[in-house]
């Protein structure tokens, strides 16, 4: 979602060095983006006694930050690297001393407002916004073992969610599998390395061996995986970080929301615009070749962490989406790509 606020600073100032600051394990989508020189990494959870080193490395070494996050640390962390700060803040009585920090405010509206336009507000000083095209990681080539097990009509399948509360259950991506490859379809399951991850789409790929089914888990760098994702018919997933790479390259995509409000966080489509592509509730929109689904429930979007609002709760919205009904949306998509070719 930053990709379009670091471009656009490229373009404004194209002899200027560009950085970016994240925490570690949190910048891996943007390894390889040609319009930024270095990745500054900070441990989450470290407290201002480790961040020393941090503080004495970014002393006053810049001329412009941009705070792309409303966070206390973020804030501090521009006013240590840069006397011009341009930030993103929210409406609360105890944020005041972060206005005060900052040449530019851009008040967070709450989800009225899209989180690309939010951030690329950040340069509404010097630039009139106009470009908003996220930047996906450039691509890489596959492995040549997968490379040679692709057909040539593939779907893309996104199984894990980071949290609960975004989860389409993995059930529902079993089923989803059965209907698609009972279509002729291959279906290759991506997801990360992590035991959680690996062993979701595992289940998952039980439903049939390959080549019919392919697990990619944890196997694929972010490059190869704009690869993949280049190549395929259709992507399915959640709202996750894979999902908006693979709405970034220009593909089908079917997208599964749950509580998270679309109209803020939807996967941004190329050639958008600065114009809000998404409504906050709808059971079915789309926006160019992205669809997002929601839940038909009255609630729909909370933006809470699930019904009962943690990091592990369940999500009604997404539990009761039927497989059958995002197969039907991804059988419609594919044949309007028949109509097209012919």
């Given at each position: 979602m930053t990709t379009?606020?670091?471009?656009?600073?490229?373009?404004?100032?194209?002899?200027?060095?560009?950085?970016?600051?994240?925490?570690?394990?949190?910048l891996g989508l943007l390894r390889g983006n040609s319009d930024i020189r270095e990745f500054i990494e900070m441990p989450e959870g470290?407290?201002?006694?480790?961040?020393r080193w941090l503080i004495r490395r970014l002393w006053r070494r810049y001329d412009l930050v941009l705070v792309a996050q409303h966070t206390d640390r973020a804030h501090l962390i521009g006013w240590v690297a840069?006397?011009?700060?341009?930030?993103?803040?929210?409406?609360?009585?105890?944020?005041?001393?972060?206005?005060r920090l900052l040449r530019h405010a851009v008040l967070m509206t709450g989800g009225h407002s899209h989180a690309v336009i939010e951030k690329m507000r950040l340069l509404e000083p010097w630039v009139q916004i106009s470009k908003?095209?996220?930047i996906p990681p450039p691509a890489e080539p596959l492995q040549e073992e997968l490379a040679s097990s692709l057909a040539a009509r593939y779907v893309v399948l996104h199984v894990p969610s980071l949290v609960r509360y975004k989860q389409w259950p993995v059930r529902h991506f079993e089923r989803l599998t059965q209907l698609l490859i009972g279509q002729g379809l291959q279906v290759v399951l991506s997801g990360g390395p992590s035991a959680s991850d690996r062993s979701q789409v595992a289940q998952v790929a039980q439903v049939s061996p390959p080549p019919r089914v392919l697990d990619m888990a944890g196997k694929l760098g972010f490059g190869q995986l704009t690869t993949l994702l280049k190549g395929a018919l259709l992507y399915v997933g959640p709202d996750s970080s894979i999902t908006h790479?693979?709405?970034?390259?220009?593909?089908?995509?079917?997208?599964?929301?749950?509580?998270?409000?679309?109209r803020q966080w939807g996967p941004w489509p190329p050639g958008q615009g600065p114009v809000v592509p998404y409504q906050s509730r709808d059971t079915?929109?789309?926006a160019r070749k992205v669809i997002v689904l929601q839940g038909p429930q009255p609630c729909v979007p909370c933006n809470k962490a699930g019904c009962d609002n943690h990091v592990n709760s369940r999500s009604e919205c997404l539990?009761?989406?039927?497989?059958?009904?995002?197969f039907a949306e991804a059988m419609t998509v594919l044949a309007s790509l028949r109509s097209g070719a012919d």
């Amino acid at each position: 979602m930053t990709t379009p606020l670091i471009r656009a600073t490229k373009e404004r100032w194209p002899d200027a060095s560009v950085d970016m600051l994240g925490f570690s394990g949190t910048l891996g989508l943007l390894r390889g983006n040609s319009d930024i020189r270095e990745f500054i990494e900070m441990p989450e959870g470290s407290g201002w006694v480790q961040s020393r080193w941090l503080i004495r490395r970014l002393w006053r070494r810049y001329d412009l930050v941009l705070v792309a996050q409303h966070t206390d640390r973020a804030h501090l962390i521009g006013w240590v690297a840069a006397k011009v700060r341009s930030g993103q803040v929210i409406d609360e009585p105890r944020g005041w001393w972060k206005r005060r920090l900052l040449r530019h405010a851009v008040l967070m509206t709450g989800g009225h407002s899209h989180a690309v336009i939010e951030k690329m507000r950040l340069l509404e000083p010097w630039v009139q916004i106009s470009k908003t095209d996220v930047i996906p990681p450039p691509a890489e080539p596959l492995q040549e073992e997968l490379a040679s097990s692709l057909a040539a009509r593939y779907v893309v399948l996104h199984v894990p969610s980071l949290v609960r509360y975004k989860q389409w259950p993995v059930r529902h991506f079993e089923r989803l599998t059965q209907l698609l490859i009972g279509q002729g379809l291959q279906v290759v399951l991506s997801g990360g390395p992590s035991a959680s991850d690996r062993s979701q789409v595992a289940q998952v790929a039980q439903v049939s061996p390959p080549p019919r089914v392919l697990d990619m888990a944890g196997k694929l760098g972010f490059g190869q995986l704009t690869t993949l994702l280049k190549g395929a018919l259709l992507y399915v997933g959640p709202d996750s970080s894979i999902t908006h790479l693979a709405a970034s390259l220009d593909i089908p995509v079917i997208s599964l929301y749950g509580p998270i409000d679309p109209r803020q966080w939807g996967p941004w489509p190329p050639g958008q615009g600065p114009v809000v592509p998404y409504q906050s509730r709808d059971t079915r929109q789309q926006a160019r070749k992205v669809i997002v689904l929601q839940g038909p429930q009255p609630c729909v979007p909370c933006n809470k962490a699930g019904c009962d609002n943690h990091v592990n709760s369940r999500s009604e919205c997404l539990e009761t989406m039927a497989p059958e009904r995002v197969f039907a949306e991804a059988m419609t998509v594919l044949a309007s790509l028949r109509s097209g070719a012919d």
